[in-house]
């Protein structure tokens, strides 16, 4: 499993746009850059997954250059509800050893 | 279609007892995990394993073991229970390696909030 940095955690006010980075230099071909959401007292829930470029869902968008060599997930027009934590993985080959380190910690304030 | 299971959903347990957390899946995967999470911390890799037999350790094994008979359950046993095990748990399960642009691969079971007095 490929390893990912994030920032610890991130502010923003209901409304705005939270971009969210993940680095991970060691990404292998076959790897998909994947982002899980976790709220309190909860499992993390998949949120989005992408190879390269760009994708969007109904929740997110994932941006990823063409060096993957990084990722970029993009929460538009945030509210209270996505406070959460937010983690980055690399998933593809055997995830045995399956660390989720400590994720992002965004906080939106009203 | 159940998922991943976990149970009890709550426990108090009290300083030297033991007790199993159980976990089953229903969709036949091969990988399951155990995680534990402090308040406000991330989530820690317990154990895991690949298949029916084979365990490994994860970040924080101490204090716990598991078993893995069949490929649905994945019990995970503390046998002398500490203050420092208070924690939420989780299980997990994946097929791995996974189908090239699956998506979610990955499903936790709701989490079992344990509390050692």
């Known amino acids: 499993l490929a390893k990912t940095t994030q920032p610890i955690s991130m502010d923003s006010y209901e409304g705005q746009e939270v971009n969210i980075t993940c680095s991970h230099n060691?990404?292998?071909?076959?790897?998909?850059i994947t982002w899980y959401q976790q709220f309190p007292s909860q499992g993390p829930r998949f949120i989005i997954q992408?190879?390269?470029t760009k994708v969007t869902n109904e929740v997110a968008s994932l941006f990823i250059p063409a060096d993957r060599k990084s990722s970029t997930l993009s929460l538009p027009r945030v509210s209270l509800s996505d406070t959460a934590v937010y983690y980055c993985?690399?998933?593809?080959?055997?995830?045995?050893?399956?660390?989720f380190g400590k994720g992002t910690k965004l906080s939106v304030k009203p | 279609n159940a998922g991943v299971t976990q149970t009890p959903k709550f426990r108090i347990l009290k300083i030297g007892q033991s007790m199993t957390l159980q976990c089953t899946q229903d969709?036949?995967?091969?990988?399951m995990y155990w995680y534990r999470q402090d308040p406000g911390m991330g989530l820690k890799l317990i154990y895991y394993?690949?298949?029916?037999?084979?365990?490994d350790k994860g970040e924080v094994p101490n204090g716990y073991n598991v078993s893995r008979s069949t490929t649905e359950d994945f019990p995970l046993r503390l046998e002398l229970a500490a203050p420092s095990q208070t924690s939420v748990y989780f299980c997990?399960?994946?097929?791995?390696?996974?189908?090239?642009?699956?998506?979610?691969?990955?499903?936790f079971g709701e989490g079992s909030w344990l509390t050692v007095v």
């Open positions: 997990a399960s994946s097929q791995s390696p996974p189908p090239p642009g699956a998506g979610n691969t990955i499903y």
């Open positions: 060691n990404i292998a071909t076959n790897d998909y």
């Open positions: 992408g190879y390269k």
């Open positions: 993985l690399v998933l593809g080959g055997s995830q045995g050893n399956l660390i």
């Open positions: 969709m036949n995967h091969n990988y």
């Open positions: 394993s690949v298949g029916a037999g084979i365990t």
